[in-house]
């Protein structure tokens, strides 16, 4: 029977791993169908890079950082028990991998590759699992200290801060030390609205992360043991109410609406284990209206040329998310208990101090080392063809 479950427990952390592996593809897209035509390409290579950066480095330091562990042992070992602790970390490298590739839809259509990369490298392999070790491994004694201080630990099932928060305001000092993209914003004050350039790939985008995002959340449980049902119907709740109240707030932009479900997806990640379904309703709903008002803030009035609006989706509704918990996943509210407000706050302010830290120090550097935006001639060429040398669409077909 232990063999049995040994190799279950492979199976359904593995699953989750390939189903959140799919969200990439969703984050792919969804940059896709928002930038112009002239960045396509950008768009998709980033993503698939990003990614592989993010594998080699995660397992060399990024995963040691977090869990204190590393993988320089025999295959003979790696391979015990059937193999869980290398499905894990793939698991988890799918986590950390969306880091990059949430600061990848901000900075979007002006910023250089190979700095990006760079950029990829640390925060995958330490800024991230140095988080990331705190809340999920008690790494230094930080939970110990909440706890004394609130009486329970800071509560992040499946990463509302851990991994959003800390993506989305790792995001912001990135985005800010770019700058907005040409013309984007102009000196008379009107500004020039860029519009998603193909909203069925946006859709599509969309629709990929929302289904691998239940890979994401019920597969946070890591063992068949733990499976929950109710984190399952919580993430679908979230998702229909973020839905929704983008929907009403956005006045039927489909934009809106399709990341609508992802603000709501978002905010539920920390308490998803522990909400009532109406409670995570309600979480999603505020994510949803949450994204939609800052977006337009940022965006028209702050004049942030924040491109997917990351800052607002990930790093506000993940901020949400880990206050949320502690409301909704309260037994006054119809959640499980074992929660405090004070705990979710005091942890979710650490994660936004370390992220926003993090950001400034890794793009202030390379800002000021190798540079991180696009020549104004490239930025107008579009990165498809400054960087890549190819277009998402040829000008014409050739004829034979």
Request: aromatic share 12%; glycine share 14%; charged share 10%.
């Amino acid at each position: 029977m232990e063999t049995l479950k040994q190799g279950t427990d492979a199976l359904f952390i593995l699953l989750g791993g390939i189903m959140v592996l799919a969200m990439h593809a969703g984050f792919a897209f969804l940059e896709l169908g928002t930038v112009r035509k002239k960045n396509q390409v950008n768009a998709l290579v980033k993503i698939l890079v990003d990614f592989s950066v993010s594998t080699i480095v995660y397992f060399v330091v990024g995963y040691s950082v977090a869990y204190g562990t590393h993988f320089f042992i025999g295959a003979e070992q790696l391979a015990a028990k059937n193999g869980y602790d290398l499905v894990k970390f793939f698991f988890l490298l799918t986590f950390a991998a969306a880091i990059p590739a949430i600061i990848s839809g901000g900075i979007a259509e002006r910023a250089k590759f190979w700095p990006q990369l760079l950029a990829t490298a640390v925060v995958v392999g330490f800024i991230y699992p140095f988080f990331e070790g705190i809340v999920w491994n008690q790494h230094f004694g930080v939970q110990a200290w909440i706890k004394d201080l609130t009486g329970a630990e800071f509560h992040d099932f499946a990463g509302s801060v851990v991994v959003h928060a800390v993506g989305g305001w790792i995001a912001l000092p990135a985005v800010l030390l770019l700058g907005a993209r040409a013309n984007r914003y102009r000196k008379d004050g009107a500004m020039s609205a860029h519009p998603p350039s193909n909203i069925p790939f946006l859709a599509l985008g969309a629709w990929i992360l929302c289904v691998g995002w239940f890979g994401f959340n019920v597969m946070s449980a890591q063992t068949i043991d733990k499976i929950s049902g109710l984190v399952a119907v919580n993430s679908l709740m979230a998702m229909v109410g973020g839905t929704l109240a983008a929907l009403v707030a956005g006045k039927n932009d489909p934009g809106f609406v399709h990341n609508g479900p992802l603000a709501g997806l978002v905010a539920v990640c920390a308490g998803s284990d522990l909400m009532h379904p109406l409670g995570a309703l309600v979480v999603g709903s505020v994510a949803g209206a949450l994204f939609v008002g800052m977006f337009t803030l940022t965006q028209n009035r702050w004049k942030i040329d924040d491109v997917l609006g990351v800052w607002p989706l990930h790093g506000l509704c993940g901020t949400w998310g880990g206050v949320a918990a502690g409301l909704f996943g309260s037994t006054a509210l119809g959640g499980l208990g074992g929660v405090n407000l004070a705990a979710q706050l005091l942890g979710t302010t650490l994660g936004v101090a370390w992220a926003l830290a993090g950001g400034f120090v890794v793009y202030g550097m390379l800002k000021v080392t190798v540079g991180l935006r696009l020549s104004q001639e490239e930025e107008y060429d579009g990165a498809d063809l400054s960087v890549h040398r190819i277009s998402a669409t040829p000008d014409r077909e050739v004829s034979w």
